[in-house]
């Protein structure tokens, strides 16, 4: 005698999470991103290193470097801010502005956690750790800047 009761077909139910989703998302391109430009070596830190001989002087440079890629940032998150606000106004969902505005705060201290420990690795020396720190800063603001390029 077969059992009907196990052949029925049940109803599955998922429930799609806009913000999981968005979130692993990002974490994906993040991450694929790296990958892609952690093997080359920044423009930035080529140019401070062909013009800046002096421990100092390289410094400095990268110094200007931060800030610029700084600034470059700042100017792509407004745009994707701005493109955000623009969908959340016909859609009516703020969650993915939400969680970009999040994104950004949390991106500064993520910045420095993950630069911070080759820093600390490299005292006594302070000059190699500060050097060490600064093109870490460099590598991880290209990256964060190649992610906001792709949105």
Same mark, same amino acid.
């Given at each position: 005698?077969?059992?009907?009761?196990? =052949?029925?077909?049940?109803?599955?139910?998922?429930?799609?999470?806009?913000?999981?989703?968005?979130?692993?998302?990002?974490?994906?391109?993040? =991450?694929?991103?790296?990958?892609?430009?952690?093997?080359?070596?920044?423009?930035?830190?080529?140019?401070?290193?062909?013009?800046?001989?002096?421990?100092?002087?390289?410094?400095?440079?990268?110094?200007?470097?931060?800030?610029?890629?700084?600034?470059?940032?700042?100017?792509?998150?407004?745009?994707?801010?701005?493109?955000?606000?623009?969908?959340?106004?016909?859609?009516?969902?703020?969650?993915?502005?939400?969680? =970009?505005?999040?994104?950004?705060?949390? =991106?500064?201290?993520?910045?420095?956690?993950?630069?911070?420990?080759?820093?600390?690795?490299?005292?006594?020396?302070?000059?190699?750790?500060?050097?060490?720190?600064?093109?870490?800063?460099?590598?991880?603001?290209?990256?964060?800047?190649?992610?906001?390029?792709?949105?």
């Amino acid at each position: 005698m077969i059992n009907k009761d196990k =052949f029925t077909k049940t109803k599955v139910t998922h429930t799609f999470k806009p913000v999981v989703f968005i979130q692993t998302l990002v974490l994906c391109i993040y =991450f694929f991103s790296f990958q892609a430009t952690a093997s080359n070596t920044s423009i930035y830190i080529e140019e401070c290193k062909t013009r800046s001989k002096v421990t100092v002087n390289y410094l400095r440079c990268l110094d200007e470097k931060i800030n610029l890629v700084q600034d470059i940032i700042e100017r792509w998150n407004k745009d994707v801010t701005f493109k955000l606000e623009e969908a959340s106004k016909e859609s009516g969902s703020t969650s993915a502005l939400n969680m =970009f505005k999040q994104s950004q705060t949390d =991106f500064g201290s993520y910045m420095e956690s993950s630069c911070r420990w080759l820093y600390l690795r490299a005292l006594p020396d302070t000059r190699s750790g500060a050097i060490a720190f600064k093109e870490c800063a460099i590598y991880v603001l290209e990256n964060q800047l190649s992610l906001l390029k792709r949105i």
